[in-house]
């Protein structure tokens, strides 16, 4: 069973709306990662947050530790944002990234 | 900055064959990480090196994967021999330490067949 849960898997939305991404860990970490992976493999680190919240540009990244739960926003959606978005739980005994399965978003024009 | 550089982009092999990926990391980046995506699942990590040790390799098959980085600059992932289920794409990844973001390379996308 993956440690790191991500919500929904599959996401479609029309362009400028308000997109919540959700992800759930069970350990003790040290960091939370998001990232976007676009069609042909490559991988963009987003945040990297152990508390609050962080917000570059149209995208949001919170977490609450207590409840061991993050989530990331993305305001005014764009075709542009269309990718999988991954979370990744960084363990406090190291620095490996145990990543989630991956939310699939569309974003329609 | 240069990013982290693989190669090659694509590789098909057949089964029983042998097949070596490589990597360059971000100049200074003390920490390498290989990890191996399946398609449509999350990334798994497969090794980890600290400069030129090895800090993780407990989820890397080591009957058929190797990989080593001489110098604690470039490092190669060779498989021998290749089985259907090594079909994915393996990521390099490299960072600066603790508290740092990772940077990922393109990964190389491998088929066998």
């Known amino acids: 069973k993956n440690e790191v849960e991500q919500s929904p898997q599959n996401l479609t939305a029309q362009e400028g709306e308000f997109i919540t991404i959700n992800c759930s860990y069970s350990v003790g970490i040290s960091a939370l990662h998001w990232l976007q992976q676009h069609p042909g493999g490559g991988i963009v680190s987003l945040f990297m947050l152990s508390s609050g919240k962080k917000k570059h540009g149209r995208l949001i990244a919170t977490i609450n530790i207590q409840e061991k739960h993050s989530s990331l926003h993305i305001t005014a959606s764009h075709p542009r944002d269309s990718a999988v978005y991954i979370c990744?739980?960084?363990?406090?005994?190291?620095?490996?990234?145990?990543f989630g399965e991956g939310t699939q978003l569309t974003v329609n024009p | 900055e240069a990013g982290v550089a693989q190669s090659p982009r694509y590789k098909i092999i057949e089964k029983r064959q042998s097949v070596a990926f490589w990597c360059n990391p971000i100049?200074?980046?003390?920490?390498l990480y290989w990890y191996q995506q399946i398609l449509g699942q999350g990334p798994k990590l497969l090794i980890q090196?600290?400069?030129?040790?090895?800090?993780?390799d407990s989820q890397l098959p080591k009957d058929r994967f190797s990989a080593e980085r001489l110098k604690g600059v470039d490092s190669t992932l060779k498989i021998q021999p290749a089985k259907l289920e090594d079909s994915a794409v393996y990521l390099c990844?490299?960072?600066?330490?603790?508290?740092?973001?990772?940077?990922f390379g393109s990964g190389t996308r491998l088929t066998v067949v």
């Open positions: 990844a490299s960072r600066e330490g603790v508290g740092y973001g990772y940077t």
């Open positions: 100049s200074g980046h003390a920490t």
């Open positions: 090196f600290q400069n030129n040790g090895v800090v993780d």
């Open positions: 990744a739980e960084e363990e406090t005994s190291g620095s490996r990234l145990t």
